[in-house]
């Protein structure tokens, strides 16, 4: 895949910034503001990106073929890794409620011009709680990678 070049001029000093794929540059001061996912980050919203996995990758990881998910299959998916995260992936004491800690989720379906597809889907939690566990129980026993966005504080900036 081609590496994409843009100038960014929003400074005094503009600089040639050189990108691994091909992204437009209207989206790289998103994904400055973005930036890497914290897990120790303890909030009630979270935006999780479920991406298309490259067909060498997915044969080699395993990953599911992500535009062949329904918004339904992935809001399972996200619902069973908050309400039964694989054991032990917190590692913290288990947890003492049965009940879900899910408020709500809001699952999106990107479609691409080649057809194939990506979600965003927006977990809105009844309380404070870290994602590693969620985002390894999707990796482990769905076998759907994910990214996890660390810096909303509300549902309308997801």
């Not at 930036?35 to 298309?52: F, M, P, S």
């Not at 080649?114 to 590693?132: E, N, P, Q, W």
């Amino acid at each position: 895949m081609a590496a994409a070049t843009f100038v960014d001029d929003s400074g005094p000093t503009a600089k040639r910034v050189r990108l691994c794929s091909k992204t437009p540059p209207a989206f790289v001061p998103i994904f400055g503001e973005l930036g890497c996912e914290d897990k120790a980050a303890r909030q009630q919203v979270y935006l999780v990106t479920v991406a298309r996995v490259l067909p060498g990758t997915r044969a080699s990881s395993g990953y599911k073929d992500v535009a062949k998910l329904t918004r339904a299959e992935l809001l399972n998916m996200v619902r069973d890794a908050f309400d039964n995260p694989v054991a032990g992936a917190s590692g913290g004491r288990p947890r003492a409620s049965t009940d879900s800690p899910i408020d709500f989720t809001i699952v999106a379906r990107e479609l691409h011009a080649d057809g194939s597809a990506h979600f965003h889907v927006v977990v809105k939690l009844f309380t404070y709680m870290r994602f590693s566990a969620a985002k390894l129980t999707l990796a482990s026993r769905h076998k759907v990678p994910t990214h996890w966005s660390c810096t909303h504080r509300h549902v309308f900036s997801a």
